[in-house]
């Protein structure tokens, strides 16, 4: 009975993630094509990757109906929204809120039925920590992104003050960063462009870009430009101080991460010998372990034991980080 479940369960999961996938490859070839005939671009090469989301997305609502209700429920769909357009991925929220279902289902039944009896009542965390892949893999897709972003920004102010001392608008300067430079810095300039340019007031484009991009030297940008609209001065100075300042704190930060690089192996050195041990004690004397697991005792220990070892961990995580 237990080997019938388990086979159901794997065909259904596996027949929803194929019609997924070839939902979603059907649907984003539609758009591609739709996109091409409006803009007249059929005939151009392709787009580059990791492109920045479009301004508008439409759900499926027929379709998504049980999922984008529970989002509105718990008030989650904004907040995955915002992880999504961090990441540059151009998935509906509905498809990420799908990913995790399925990720949470997945872990909760391998761990139900393929952990001993003691140890498969860990299958509820194994289901939380499975479906949080997803929102991991989106969340490091946007680290990553925002570290690219960063990078290219300092250069990226210096051509808006080079293009604006010859001549050039400060909003058409915006619109030639997509043609001179690379994702993400010119997918997310290219967006505020087209934002400003569909009727959307620019300080409000702006403050859409500082919200997508959530680093500091993005913030002092916005705010100089801001400030320089309403109180005048040369924007094109004011910005190449800005790029000076920014690659000063790159320096700063390269070396606060060289001092504090034993620090941080430290850290990650005394928060896995425990777990480490753990794992070769339940080969080299299993009832040892066991006691954990079967006793109530135990389990507050084992508890007890988890929490200080990640309070451990943020703390000396907390000390070797500091901010530029």
């Known amino acids: 009975m237990t080997l019938v479940l ?5 065909v259904v999961l596996a027949t929803a993630g194929g019609y997924s996938l070839f939902e979603s490859r059907m649907r984003r070839s539609d758009l591609d094509s739709i996109k091409n005939r409006l803009l007249g671009t059929a005939a151009k090469a392709p787009k580059r990757q990791n492109a920045a989301p479009a301004l508008f ?11 984008l209700g529970l989002l509105r429920r718990f ?11 961090r990441a540059g991925l151009r998935w ?7 990913l995790i279902l399925a990720g949470c289902l997945g872990g909760f039944t391998m761990a139900w039925y393929f952990l001993p009896a003691p140890a498969n009542r860990v299958a509820f965390l194994t289901g939380l920590l499975t479906g949080a892949v997803p929102v991991l893999y989106v969340w490091r897709k946007g680290r990553q992104r925002l570290w690219r972003f960063e990078a290219q920004f300092p250069e990226g102010l210096e051509f808006v003050a080079r293009a604006m001392r010859a001549g050039h608008a400060f909003s058409v300067s915006l619109e030639m960063l997509h043609h001179e430079f690379d994702e993400p810095l010119a997918g997310e300039f290219r967006r505020t462009f087209d934002e400003q340019n569909l009727g959307l007031p620019l300080e409000v484009a702006l403050e859409k870009l500082a919200a997508r991009m959530p680093l500091l030297d993005v913030q002092f940008f916005v705010s100089a ?14 910005l190449d101080k800005l790029a000076y300042l920014i690659r ?12 504090s690089a ?10 896995l010998i425990p777990a480490a041990v753990a794992v070769m004690m339940f080969y080299v004397n ?17 508890g007890g034991a988890v929490g200080l070892q990640i309070a451990g961990y943020a703390v000396i995580k907390k000390i070797v980080s500091i901010e530029v």
């Open 6 to 10: 388990i086979i159901f369960a794997a």
């Open 57 to 67: 997305q439409a759900e499926d609502g027929r379709k998504d109906r049980v999922v």
């Open 75 to 85: 008030q989650l769909g904004p907040r995955l929204q915002e992880l999504l357009d």
């Open 92 to 98: 509906p929220v509905a498809r990420l809120a799908r």
């Open 225 to 238: 430009v801001l400030l320089q609209r309403r109180t005048g001065g040369n924007l094109a100075e004011v």
């Open 248 to 259: 000063e704190r790159f320096k700063l930060r390269g070396r606060i991460r060289a001092i």
């Open 262 to 271: 034993h620090g941080r192996m430290t850290g990650m050195a005394l928060s």
């Open 286 to 302: 299993p009832q040892y372990v066991m006691f954990f697991f079967h006793d109530p005792t135990g389990h507050w220990m084992m």
